[in-house]
């Protein structure tokens, strides 16, 4: 007996549509790559909180942008000016090429002269808008440093602000709110860090070694002479990348790990190498599965 041609089509019509519907969302179509920005005070201040799990992201096709606060121009103790910033804005965007990020920006405010301006929180909102983030990262608003401390505070100042049409209206505003999150710091008072999430990045640590490598005027020169240990910097190509994983190669602490053993389970115990982020009060309050979706790593 023949069928009707209608009525086959028909019922494969069905057939595929309730396949469709049984078919979990993933499968139908694949969520958008993720949008991250994160904001240091100086053009090296991402790499060092967030380098590892930026390569991370970057490696599964997330959209991630470093943006420096300040040109860097006052971080050397022979260089200074127009030209340091020159060169610390080619750092920036070697660093970028290294760990496959799509953008480092460093915005033109002088290095130790950051304040929590108007003007400069407008800057700030403008470039959280325009990246349309999903995710925004800071330091905490207590460090040693001022540039540090007003840099969070910027950050914290436009968590509200980035959604309204009024404020900066040269730039359209965000109709959904960011989750804001603070990186990693060891400082206790007034309150310490809290890690809400750990990453492991033992598989990218090499990548992050190479993006701090990438700021030579900072790793080799600066930061040793401020803290008094220049001599001890190899002049060598490998051999001041073997002394800057040991200089810079800390093991996750406890708190850390506690955290990774919750995002990771058992595997966290062979973990050595960790970032870890806390959430901030301002701006969107994600869930955990808000979270798992941001930091797609632990499954």
């Known amino acids: ?35 991250i920005i994160v904001f240091g005070a100086h053009p090296d201040d991402c790499d060092e909180t967030t380098g590892g799990t930026a390569a991370l992201w970057a490696a599964k096709g997330h959209q991630v942008k470093f943006v420096a606060v300040t040109n860097g121009d006052a971080g050397h103790q022979s260089e200074g000016g127009g030209a340091l910033a020159k060169r610390r804005r080619a750092e920036a965007q070697e660093s970028a090429r290294r760990l496959g990020i799509a953008e480092y920006e460093v915005l033109d405010n002088h290095d130790g002269e950051l304040e929590p301006t108007l003007p400069v929180r407008l800057e700030i909102i403008r470039r959280i808008r325009r990246w349309n983030a999903d995710l925004v990262i800071a330091p905490r608003p207590n460090d040693y440093h001022p540039d540090h401390r007003y840099t969070g505070v910027l950050v914290q100042d436009t968590a509200y602000m980035v959604m309204v049409p009024n404020v900066c209206p040269d730039t359209p505003p965000l109709r959904k709110n960011p989750v804001f999150m603070y990186a990693q710091d060891h400082f206790q008072r007034p309150n310490p860090f809290r890690p809400d999430v750990a990453v492991a990045i033992d598989s990218v640590y090499e990548k992050k070694i ?26 060598e190509p490998a051999a001041r990348l073997a002394w800057l994983r040991k200089e810079w190669g800390r093991p996750a602490n406890a708190d850390v790990r506690a955290a ?27 869930g955990e599965t808000d979270l798992r979706r941001l930091f797609p790593f632990f499954d």
């Open 260 to 286: 990774l053993r919750k995002w990771y389970g058992p595997r966290a115990d062979g973990v050595t190498h960790a970032e870890a982020f806390e959430v901030c009060e301002y701006g969107r309050q994600p």
């Open 210 to 235: 190479l993006g701090l490598d990438a700021h030579v005027s900072q790793f080799y020169e600066w930061l040793p002479w401020i803290e008094g240990v220049l001599d001890s910097v190899p002049k």
């Open 1 to 35: 007996m023949l069928r009707s041609p209608h009525r086959t089509s028909a019922t494969v019509l069905a057939a595929l549509g309730l396949a469709a519907l049984a078919s979990p969302p993933a499968a139908r179509a694949a969520d958008p790559p993720l949008r």
